[in-house]
């Protein structure tokens, strides 16, 4: 009796904690190397649950992807790297040569539409390494 009561009692506490969380995120791969983002444009919905896996695969160079989207919704990022934010006010994510990070948002309710993001290192955005994440309405 005991026994079956603490297997209802952690199916219960499993079943709502799941709940609760929501559904698992999507996670969406990002390649870094000199000088280009791939994808270099990257769908999105508003209020979606997302993991960016920033992966430099540029053995020389480092790399960072800002954008003013991070600036609108908490960043939970976990790896090697640093955080910061440009000269102009977008937060970055910095990862070195050779190393990964992940990053995790929810995706704010901005407007629908495009927002850049570029590599903030050096010239490296003006040598092409940039993108944008195409933000759609909530299903």
Request: aromatic fraction near 8%.
């Amino acid at each position: 009796m005991v026994r079956r009561l603490l297997l209802v009692l952690w199916v219960g506490v499993w079943v709502a904690s799941s709940v609760a969380a929501g559904p698992a995120p999507r996670t969406i791969r990002i390649s870094m190397t000199s000088f280009k983002f791939e994808p270099s444009v990257i769908q999105l919905r508003q209020g979606e649950r997302v993991v960016l896996e920033l992966v430099n695969e540029d053995t020389q160079r480092p790399h960072n992807i800002a954008s003013e989207l991070f600036n609108q919704t908490e960043l939970v990022v976990r790896g090697e790297f640093r955080q910061g934010t440009t000269a102009d006010g977008r937060r970055f994510v910095f990862v070195d040569a050779g190393k990964r990070a992940e990053v995790e948002i929810i995706v704010p309710r901005v407007a629908v539409g495009q927002v850049s993001f570029i590599c903030s290192v050096g010239q490296h955005a003006a040598q092409g390494m940039t993108g944008a994440f195409v933000v759609r309405p909530a299903q």
